[in-house]
């Protein structure tokens, strides 16, 4: 089992600067990849950023030279840093990981954090 809490949402001004926080407890030492979702109303979740063990990243093409992923492994925590934010960044910001047990491969989900940009 492992337990995701994101912190960090809240209400921003275009151009400004968010940082999320995503805390892992539970079987930690199991989790592989890490990364950000985002879901507007009618929207499908879509992948932000994602990070892997081995600290290779990868982004959404939207956010892609704005938004910054990273890992903290000894403190069992995810980041994203959010420069430049738009209209369009207005989401739920979900935290996932995935973890391998007995070789079975499974996902965990926080329970999202708020994001809202606007002026």
């Known amino acids: 089992q492992v337990q995701l809490v994101e912190s960090g949402g809240g209400l921003v001004q275009p151009g400004g600067s968010l940082r999320l926080s995503c805390a892992a407890s539970g079987s930690t030492r199991r989790i592989n990849n890490m990364g950000w979702y985002r879901q507007t109303p009618g929207n499908q979740r879509e992948l932000v950023a994602g990070?892997?063990?081995?600290?290779?990243?990868n982004y959404a093409d939207s956010v892609r030279g704005r938004f910054t992923i990273s890992r903290d492994g000894a403190k069992n925590t995810l980041y994203l840093q959010m420069n430049t934010l738009k209209l369009e960044d207005t989401a739920v910001y979900y935290c996932t990981a995935t973890a391998t047990y007995w070789g079975d491969l499974r996902d965990y989900w926080g329970r999202g954090t708020q994001v809202t940009v606007s002026s």
């Open positions: 990070i892997t063990s081995g600290g290779s990243t």
